[in-house]
């Protein structure tokens, strides 16, 4: 209903790169009045007020802060970004929020592998991956199952299935070292040697 102010125009995904800055697309909050995050727990799904700290729009990323008074702010991340681009075939898993309005609030998981190291028409700013990319995807992270975090969902490509591309991490880390605050590195890797299952319930509350 267009006249309900209360409803969110549009979704999308993110995760955090410190304590209280997330990363997702520019194209999840370019016009966005109002930014609004949710952050699923075991115990219920809570909302922040948040607002954009620094964008890249030729490489579609985005850094938003959340300047909630009720947030606490995280003291470590379970995951490290990469700073290089990995192989083909390795094997990764997304996560996000897709058509949270149609699909539900509970967090997808999809998996696949690093089909190409470029993108869409040879960009080589992109991976092509098989894991499938839904609306509201967007911006959610790509991970492999040793904590590495390497990319960053994009889009998917009409018309054909288990398609979909991922900014490389490298761009992402560019973004952080130019974004106009310090934005401490507080990453480590609490998810290697462990079960998806046991991964997924980790990561959760950071996506």
């Known amino acids: 209903d267009s006249t309900d102010k209360t409803s969110p125009k549009g979704n999308g995904s993110g995760f955090f790169v410190s304590g209280n800055v997330i990363a997702t697309n520019h194209h999840v909050i370019d016009g966005a009045k109002e930014i609004k995050v949710f952050i699923q727990t075991e115990e ?8 954009v700290l620094t964008v890249d729009k030729i490489n579609d990323l985005a850094l938003i802060t959340i300047e909630d008074k009720d947030f606490v702010k995280y003291n470590t991340l379970p995951y490290q970004i990469a700073s290089h681009t990995v192989d083909v075939g390795i094997s990764i898993f997304t996560m996000g929020y897709p058509n949270a309005s149609a699909m539900g609030t509970e967090i997808k998981v999809t998996d696949g592998i690093i089909s190409a190291k470029t993108g869409f028409q040879g960009d080589v ?39 979909g ?38 990561l959760t509350p950071y996506v």
Do not use: R
Request: proline letters at 6%; glycine letters at 8%.
């Open 44 to 51: 219920s799904i809570k909302q922040y007020s948040a607002k």
């Open 165 to 202: 591309y991922a900014i490389k991490s490298s761009y992402l880390n560019n973004l952080i070292e130019a974004a106009p605050i310090m934005i401490d590195d507080i990453s480590t890797n609490q998810i290697v040697h462990k079960t998806l299952p046991e991964q997924i319930k980790i």
């Open 125 to 163: 700013s992109t991976y092509q991956i098989s894991a499938p990319i839904q609306p509201g995807n967007s911006g959610g992270p790509i991970l492999t199952k040793d904590g590495k975090l390497v990319g960053i969902t994009s889009s998917g490509i009409s018309g054909a299935e288990n398609v």
